[in-house]
């Protein structure tokens, strides 16, 4: 297993770098959080036309580049860095990697091709009243034979929900857990928007009253909604990888800057333990998500290992380093003027969705056998 990036990653890195620092600012980033939709439609077309983001990790076959889990990986952790305000989390790192991983040719043909030119935005529905991320806590349940089913239940903290056009709803059906595919303006789909702390990413309740729906694959196919998301852990790990970068940063610039009793606050020890602490900690998260996309990229048996740490770590190492970002600035770091408690509140978030650390660490501990 390669454990370095490419020259052609790092420049994948560099440019989406510079993309995000003239299309994502700080004034950009607060806009668009208070927006219904959440994202600048005119960006979302660059992204796609200009970069090929959306298209980055789907295969040739239907319209992407054939990349893999490493660079998407890069992708989602300039993101984080950046605060992007956009459903390609919900778009890219979910929905596409389900409709991968289902692997049903007649309804990635469909999706896929739309999704890598950016003219669809998607997302999967999961978790339910409950709050639970696992999947045997689903009780929506699918109705009918063929491609011609009903959904009746309700589901939680759907990311992008509000906006979605496609929406892959898991629920139960005769022969297992099936994926399906609802329509955002589906007769019988309430959709309503969640207050949220983390302002920069919508999440939805979704109401679901006998609405019409398309089975995505045959039989059942847990494996294969656990397999993707192994792929969104992995990318939710690389976005949280970047913030916790970006926190460390602010922090440093910060310390060397401001002046207290006629020196740096920098050059105080108390500052120096905290910026040692979260450097180690951010190199750490950096070593456990990389090594989950790398475990993707090469077929690894330990995907569901890597992946679930790399969650659990790299959910304490963001939200540590945000709050330390903020410990560091002093008074001005407690301020809505400042863009501290955007990462702060962006951290909290994602340490909570798709289960916490501690759910994650029982998982690990499952899988190897303790």
């Avoid at 660059?46 to 890069?74: D, H, K, T």
Wanted: a negative charge; proline letters at 2%.
């Amino acid at each position: 297993m390669n454990f370095t990036f490419t020259p052609e990653q790092e420049e994948l890195r560099l440019s989406l770098r510079r993309f995000l620092a003239d299309k994502s600012p700080s004034a950009q980033v607060r806009r668009l959080m208070d927006t219904t939709d959440g994202y600048d439609a005119e960006v979302w077309g660059q992204m796609a036309a200009q970069l090929g983001l959306q298209g980055l990790a789907i295969p040739e076959e239907y319209g992407g580049s054939g990349f893999g889990a490493v660079e998407l990986g890069i992708v989602f952790e300039e993101m984080g860095r950046a605060l992007l305000v956009a459903p390609f989390f919900s778009t890219v790192g979910l929905a596409a990697q389900l409709l991968i991983a289902v692997d049903d040719a007649a309804a990635n043909a469909d999706y896929l091709p739309r999704i890598a030119d950016g003219s669809l935005v998607a997302t999967v529905a999961v978790t339910e009243d409950d709050g639970a991320w696992a999947l045997s806590a689903v009780q929506t349940t699918a109705t009918g034979s063929g491609n011609d089913y009903t959904l009746a239940g309700a589901k939680m903290f759907v990311v992008d929900g509000t906006l979605a056009e496609l929406i892959l709803v898991v629920a139960k059906a005769d022969d297992g857990l099936g994926v399906f595919a609802v329509t955002g303006d589906a007769p019988g789909l309430t959709r309503t928007a969640l207050d949220t702390l983390d302002q920069t990413r919508k999440l939805a309740r979704l109401e679901l009253a006998d609405v019409a729906a398309r089975r995505i694959g045959t039989g059942d196919t847990t494996a294969a909604i656990e397999a993707a998301f192994d792929r969104a852990l992995t990318a939710l790990a690389s976005e949280q990888v970047g913030g916790a970068d970006r926190c460390l940063e602010m922090a440093v610039e910060y310390a060397k800057v401001r002046v207290q009793f006629g020196r740096p606050i920098g050059s105080f020890q108390a500052i120096k333990h905290k910026a040692a602490d979260m450097l180690l900690e951010v190199e750490s998260a950096k070593s456990a998500a990389y090594y989950a996309s790398w475990s993707i990229a090469e077929g690894s048996d330990e995907v569901p290992v890597a992946a679930s740490l790399a969650k659990a770590y790299c959910s304490e190492a963001y939200f540590h380093a945000a709050a330390e970002n903020i410990q560091i600035h002093g008074g001005i770091g407690y301020t809505w003027e400042h863009d501290a408690h955007l990462y702060f509140k962006r951290a909290k978030s994602s340490q909570l969705l798709f289960g916490d650390p501690h759910a994650h660490r029982s998982r690990l501990a499952d899988l190897v056998g303790i």
